[in-house]
């Protein structure tokens, strides 16, 4: 009964989504008031209907109803209740549920939200193309992947969640991920309705700017975690492979943060209008494509989960239609956005963004190429090919290294010119503080001159990031610095992330060290001054795997103990053919020790271990922490609820009595 | 383009500047990643492939298949591995020093990449199976499908097998 009231909802909701599109769409351009309170009304409608189909879902697999195809092929009723509940976005057809609510939960903020800030029209046009690709969506949800088909008769048991899923980690990476992935559906549907509607204020602007940013929050905190989850869960110690599916996610993080930098000029100062659009419709596209990638399975990806390629095909029109639709109109109405005669000078904060614009979609464009380039070519019927991480570092790094370094100018940089001279003075210390941390990183680094390089880079964004407060506390004191907008003390923080995470890229890979030995009970290997002792094995029991414990004893050069590690490998009751590696990993603030179980080999007793001594590890998700951080504190900023009030006291003003 | 630009209005040829520096810049990073492109790509083969001697030997290759059950020998002491890779018409034979990802096993579907050796012996340093069993790289299941088209097209002339 639930799952027939869930996949009722699920329909409802479709068709409310339409009405909201219509509504919407036909009440912005008629200005009438009732189709818009109705595309409004739609909206949170759709999203109460999401939720309950969401719920519908959950229940049924909390309650472990094999009834249900989705839940029979991807659950089990011994799994722990957490995993029951975060199985339900484990597989296709769940994880494109969620996909769904989160969008319609998006509508409903913005069309709640919005009210007070939007003019009435706008704001309809805009929740109109939120509905219209909540439609599309939808209806690809009913249509290809239902989560509510009923199996008759049920199994007697479920084939259990794959257990590489049964992890705390992946209990938040797809939902934080697919958060940002649909959070970018406002932005596309603000640049969407602005071409409807013909022109593009400041004041919109100003409202659409925290929804970017905490997209790319969320954009960045699913990244973060999905790295993370793959560095302690695939067992390899590696936490970029350059996949397919990873890119997926990178190249509309790329563009995202081009668009809250762009978006940050045109707000400010009437430029970029047009630029903005295309980053916003490019954002989303990419979102699109990159659950396009992962659920069709066109790529050979380390990630890949079995997937359905006519699914795939739905999704590639869907993406089709919205980039088309939206690049048609705006060929067709984007002159109307008005060409910006706002002046700059090539060395100002304008032309900074500029640049940084330019290299991060460079930087989106290579990553792209290196991802598609195979599926291309094989369309073509040339060879079959795959891209390696050689050509994603080769393109990649020297894309982001000027990008970086330009990151510290721009924080000082004036809006429409400044001068190289002044621009000297001011960060000779970022300079001296980049020199010298990178010949301290010289030694440590050994051969590897890129990673100081980097460190060095890393040092000069973080004296840059100094430099720009210190100006602040010169000019206006230390009171000035307290009183500094949330926005900007929200860049400086990002910023600062990036500069940690470039710590960490430059330095966990190069001085990585790492061993694949064959060792017995007693048996102990050094490796970067570190002795890894295997004292011995234990069975263990888990509420639904078995496996089996090697303990490992870790000591440093003068023998004193520094670590215990308990690395497994477990079998899980309904796929006994899939055993899981579990790493033991002693995390620091400078290097982890992580230890990992290949798979027992000859008759012995003996294991093939796999040991890695990980500096700076930490570095490159705490960077991204920050990163997350500094964009939800930007967007908490007074600024962006301020033109509410404004607008308020003039609408006040005008109305008469 | 340079001839018009002397009279064109101030705005515009600022543009047109600006979309020219673009159009370079763009230019540019093409053609480094399809420089870079060509240096690191890693053709895949079918052990059949291999096998007619279609792959190249001393650079880095991706083959594919089915590991062939009974093949996988570990070495009495060490990490060092051998095991052998088919498509259902020819093999090949797989050598590899380390650790096997956790769904390497008999009859699993998985990507080899390394060099080829002179006696077509496939020296991996990299060993891909799948996060999921379910799950068969598109690559191999085409090599399979093909190898098996082949066996039927080979086989239909003959009469009834």
Redesign the interface.
């Known amino acids: 009964m639930t799952a027939e009231l869930g996949h009722l909802a699920l329909a409802l909701a479709l068709a409310l989504a339409a009405l909201q599109a219509v509504l919407g769409l036909g009440g912005g351009a008629r200005g009438d008031a009732a189709w818009i309170a109705g595309a409004l009304g739609a909206a949170r409608g759709q999203a109460l209907l999401t939720v309950i189909a969401f719920a519908a879902l959950t229940w049924a697999a909390v309650r472990s109803d094999f009834t249900l195809l989705y839940l029979a092929q991807n659950s089990n009723s011994q799994l722990p209740l957490l995993y029951k509940i975060t199985g339900v976005w484990g597989a296709h057809e769940g994880s494109l549920l969620l996909w769904g609510m989160v969008l319609a939960l998006w509508g409903a903020a913005v069309a709640i939200q919005g009210r007070r800030a939007l003019p009435a029209a706008f704001l309809a046009r805009l929740v109109g193309v939120l509905g219209l690709v909540g439609t599309g969506f939808l209806a690809f949800l009913l249509l290809t992947s239902n989560p509510f088909e009923r199996l008759w008769p049920p199994p007697p048991e479920g084939r259990d969640l794959?257990p590489?899923l049964q992890d705390p980690g992946l209990a938040a990476h797809p939902p934080l991920l697919y958060m940002g992935y649909v959070g970018l559906a406002v932005p596309f549907a603000f640049a969407v309705a602005a071409l409807l509607e013909g022109r593009m204020e400041a004041a919109w602007l100003r409202w659409a700017r925290p929804w970017a940013a905490v997209a790319w929050v969320f954009l960045t905190l699913g990244i973060a975690i999905g790295s993370w989850w793959a560095y302690y869960e695939l067992?390899w110690g590696g936490w970029w492979f350059w996949d397919p599916v990873e890119n997926a996610s990178l190249m509309p993080w790329l563009v995202a943060t081009a668009l809250i930098h762009s978006l940050a000029v045109s707000e400010k100062r009437g430029a970029f209008k047009g630029w903005t659009v295309l980053l916003a419709v490019l954002a989303f596209a990419l979102s699109l494509l990159g659950t396009f990638l992962v659920r069709s399975?066109?790529?050979?990806s380390?990630?890949?989960?079995?997937?359905d390629p006519t699914r795939g095909v739905f999704i590639l029109v869907l993406l089709l239609a919205v980039v088309g639709g939206s690049l048609l109109l705006y060929a067709l109405r984007g002159e109307r956005l008005g060409?910006s005669?706002v002046r700059f000078a090539p060395v100002s904060r304008e032309g900074a963004l500029l640049a940084n614009n330019?290299l991060l979609l460079?930087a989106a464009?290579?990553v792209l190429?290196?991802t598609l380039?195979?599926l291309v070519l094989e369309a073509l019927g040339g060879?079959?090919?795959?891209?390696?991480p050689?050509?994603f570092n080769?393109?990649f790094l020297?894309?982001v290294a000027p990008l970086v370094a330009l990151t510290a100018v721009a924080g000082v940089l004036r809006w429409k010119r400044d001068a190289v001279g002044r621009l000297a003075r001011l960060l000779w210390p970022a300079g001296l503080a980049a020199l010298g941390a990178g010949a301290a990183a010289v030694p440590a680094a050994r051969a590897h001159l890129a990673a100081a390089a980097g460190v060095a880079l890393a040092a000069w964004l973080a004296g840059g990031i100094a430099v720009a407060l210190w100006q602040r506390a010169r000019h206006q004191g230390l009171r000035g610095l307290a009183r500094m907008g949330r926005a900007e003390a929200g860049m400086h923080l990002a910023h600062l992330g990036l500069a940690v995470t470039v710590v960490g890229v430059s330095l966990a890979g190069p001085l990585e060290l790492a061993r694949?030995?064959?060792m017995g009970a007693g048996d102990a290997v050094r490796l970067g001054g570190y002795l890894f002792r295997l004292e011995g094995f234990t069975r263990v029991q888990g509420p639904n795997y078995e496996g089996v414990r090697a303990r490992f004893r870790v000591l440093d050069g003068d023998g004193r103990m520094v670590a215990r590690l308990f690395p497994e490998k477990r079998r899980y009751g309904s796929?006994t053919?899939?055993?899981?590696?579990e790493a033991g990993i002693e995390a620091g603030a400078f290097r982890d020790l992580y230890v990992s179980l290949?798979?027992p080999?000859?008759k012995t007793g003996d294991w093939?271990?796999?040991v890695h001594v990980k500096p700076f590890v930490r570095w490159v998700w705490g960077g991204a922490l920050l990163m997350a951080l500094g964009g939800l504190w930007a967007a908490s900023d007074r600024r962006y609820r301020m033109g509410v009030r404004l607008r308020r006291a003039a609408v006040a003003v005008e109305e008469p009595a | 383009m340079s001839v018009a630009l002397p009279h064109m209005p101030r705005g515009a040829r600022r543009r047109a500047m600006g979309v020219l520096a673009l159009l370079v810049g763009v230019g540019v990073a093409v053609a480094l990643a399809l420089l870079a492109l060509r240096e690191n790509i890693n053709l895949f083969y079918s052990p059949s492939e291999v096998a007619a001697g279609e792959a190249p030997t001393g650079r880095v290759v991706r083959v594919g298949g089915l590991v062939q059950a009974g093949s996988v020998r570990r070495a009495e002491e060490g990490l060092d591995v051998e095991f052998v890779l088919t498509d259902g018409a020819a093999t090949v034979t797989v050598r590899y020093r380390g650790i096997l990802p956790d769904l390497f096993r008999e009859g699993q579907g998985i990507v080899a990449q390394g060099r080829l050796g002179p006696e077509g012996v496939l020296v991996a340093d990299q060993v891909l199976a799948k996060h999921d069993e379910n799950y068969m790289p598109p690559e191999v299941a085409d090599a399979l499908r093909e190898a098996h088209e082949r066996s039927v097209r080979g086989a239909a002339p003959g009469g009834a097998p």
């Open positions: 794959n590489l067992g399975g066109v790529l050979t380390v990630h890949a989960f079995a997937s060409v005669d330019a460079a464009g290579a190429i290196g380039y195979p060879a079959k090919i795959s891209v390696g050689p050509y080769a393109v020297p894309l694949d030995v064959r796929r053919d899939m055993p899981m590696t290949g798979e080999i000859g093939a271990v796999r």
